[in-house]
Nanobody
Framework: QVQLVDSGGGLVQAGGSLRLSCAAS????????MGWFRQAPGKEREFVAA????????SYADSVKGRFTTTRDNAKNSVYLQMNSLKPEDTAVYYC????????????????WGQGTQVTVSS
């Protein structure tokens, strides 16, 4: 079992930045590929970013490329999502997730999920 706790969400103006954090506990953190997903009201959950077990591989949704960066610190059992140049369409609940895959963009391949943190971007 892996327990994930998301934090760092909030209200920000368009063009601003936020940094989300996800703290993991339980099994060995470095055994898991980590991902970020988001769900806006009335929409399906969508992939945002993923990072491999060692941090050397990363993948991003086209909608966030060049604006968002994910990193991880295996010594601190944590993964981060730095979000810059935020847009109103980035408004959503953001979730971190853990997968037994090295890296994955598919939500079905993630077994463990955080509780989510709300990000609201005002125009």
């Amino acid at each position: 079992q892996v327990q994930l706790v998301d934090s760092g969400g909030g209200l920000v103006q368009a063009g601003g930045s936020l940094r989300l954090s996800c703290a993991a506990s339980g099994r060995t953190f470095s055994d898991y590929g980590m991902g970020w997903f988001r769900q806006a009201p009335g929409k399906e959950r969508e992939f945002v970013a993923a990072i491999s077990r060692g941090g050397g591989l990363k993948s991003y949704a086209d909608s966030v490329k060049g604006r968002f960066t994910t990193t991880r610190d295996n010594a601190k059992n944590s993964v981060y999502l730095q979000m810059n140049s935020l847009k109103p369409e980035d408004t959503a609940v953001y979730y971190c997730a853990a997968s037994s895959r090295v890296i994955s963009t598919l939500s079905d391949e993630y077994s463990y999920w955080g509780q989510g943190t709300q990000v609201t971007v005002s125009s």
